[in-house]
């Protein structure tokens, strides 16, 4: 039998629908949609397996701020009616069969990079529900991403059209550009428009860094800045080998709960 992971990144949908509600603190009706979403979400990608993966939100930063202390520090607080309704939310998507995970140490998009990269590496087939870009580095012939509130698929031309590199260059051209909404500065005086150009010549940073050919222009920015971009590409790549700690057999879905 094939399989289909199914894997939504829960606060990224939740936060959506709950940002879109006119009244928010209106828990039932976040409720009410996220579910019909899920309902839909279920009947388009007819999954054999499912998991919904949450940030704890109590956790801190995570090792991401570690290496950059000011990663993600001026976040917004979740709302605090959401807060409090997030056990109500996953009790009532436990009752469509989809069981929540929540993270513990770890952020949640290292979790499901985690879990969709060891089934897709077995020829079997992910789907990451995810308006999340930052996925898309993951993407192979057997893992995609799916914007359900655009409908449209995070898929390579995707990347291309956006970006102008390849898939598994993201993490490279995010080290080069930073990730503003995440404190992530990047190298100074490179945009959108010089990463592309970097990463069209070379394949990585490194690769860039090291040769004579890289033009004079980005000389000088790489040979003063190549720390903060070796850490802002680490920091913007996603960790594929934490201990999981459960079978797939534990995902598979067998339609609603009683």
């Keep these: ?29 976040t409720i009410t949609t996220t579910s019909r979403t899920l309902n839909r979400i279920l009947s388009e990608s007819q999954p054999t397996h ?24 001026n976040r917004k ?10 056990e109500a939310i996953q009790d009532a998507w436990w009752k469509l069969g989809i069981d929540s995970l929540l993270s513990d140490g770890d952020e949640a998009d290292d979790l499901v990079a985690t879990l ?29 991403i799916r914007d359900y509130f655009q409908h449209r698929w995070l898929d390579e031309p995707f990347i291309e059209k956006e970006f102008g590199v390849k898939p598994k260059q993201l993490s490279d051209y995010w080290g080069l550009t930073g990730i503003s909404s995440s404190q992530v500065p990047g190298v100074p005086g490179v945009g959108p428009k010089a990463a592309k150009e970097i990463l069209t010549q070379f394949a990585d940073i490194e690769q860039a860094f090291a040769s004579e050919e890289l033009p004079a222009k980005y000389r000088k920015k790489l040979d003063e800045h190549i720390e903060s971009a070796r ?6 790549a ?15 879905f067998n339609g609603p709960n009683e």
């Excluded at 607080?77 to 997030?86: I, V, W």
């Excluded at 850490?231 to 913007?236: F, M, R």
């Design 231 to 236: 850490k802002c590409k680490l920091i913007a």
């Design 1 to 29: 039998m094939s399989i289909h992971l199914v894997i939504i990144d829960a606060l990224n949908l939740i936060r959506r629908v709950h940002s879109a509600q006119p009244d928010p603190t209106d828990i039932a009706r």
């Design 50 to 73: 499912i998991i919904a993966v949450f940030d704890h939100h109590l956790q801190e930063r995570g090792w991401r701020a570690e290496i950059w202390p000011e990663y993600k520090q």
């Design 116 to 144: 969709a990269m060891k089934v897709a590496s077995h020829n079997e087939k992910v789907t990451i529900i995810s308006t999340d870009k930052g996925y898309c580095q993951l993407l192979s012939p057997t893992l995609q």
């Design 77 to 86: 607080p979740m709302p605090e009616p959401l807060m409090n309704g997030l």
């Design 238 to 252: 996603l960790k594929t080998d934490i201990e999981l700690g459960f079978n797939l057999q534990d995902l598979r």
